[in-house]
């Protein structure tokens, strides 16, 4: 796998990790009432979304072993040049039932790689 390929899929998962450590024991109220945390959040999905955007180029064969990762790219998309019609429910619902699935398939593909750290 090419040296830019892991940097792209470790850019990916930190950035999922820190979506995940910013909503751990928060609720959906809390989201959408913290104009902090739903920045911090959106920052990261932004940087995660570019990585993927930036791999799909590169290594179009390991991005697409990312479920949903074309969604993932229109989703940055959306919150760079759409922000002013971001539903902050959906963004709430996708950390919750999305993210997850993200992770480990970050995780597995790094390990496979021999690059998990």
Do not use: C
Request: net charge negative; charged share 25%.
């Amino acid at each position: 796998m090419p040296l830019e390929t892991n940097k792209l899929l470790w850019d990916t998962q930190v950035a999922a990790r820190h979506v995940a450590d910013f909503a751990r024991g928060r609720t959906e109220e809390n989201y959408l009432t913290d104009v902090m945390l739903r920045s911090a959040v959106e920052r990261q999905f932004e940087i995660l979304g570019e990585a993927l955007s930036q791999l799909r180029k590169l290594d179009p064969a390991t991005a697409s072993r990312i479920t949903d990762h074309m969604r993932i790219i229109g989703f940055r998309n959306q919150l760079i040049h759409g922000y002013a019609v971001i539903d902050h429910s959906i963004a709430w619902r996708i950390v919750q039932e999305h993210l997850p699935t993200l992770a480990s398939e970050l995780d597995a593909l790094l390990a496979e790689f021999g690059s998990a750290d």
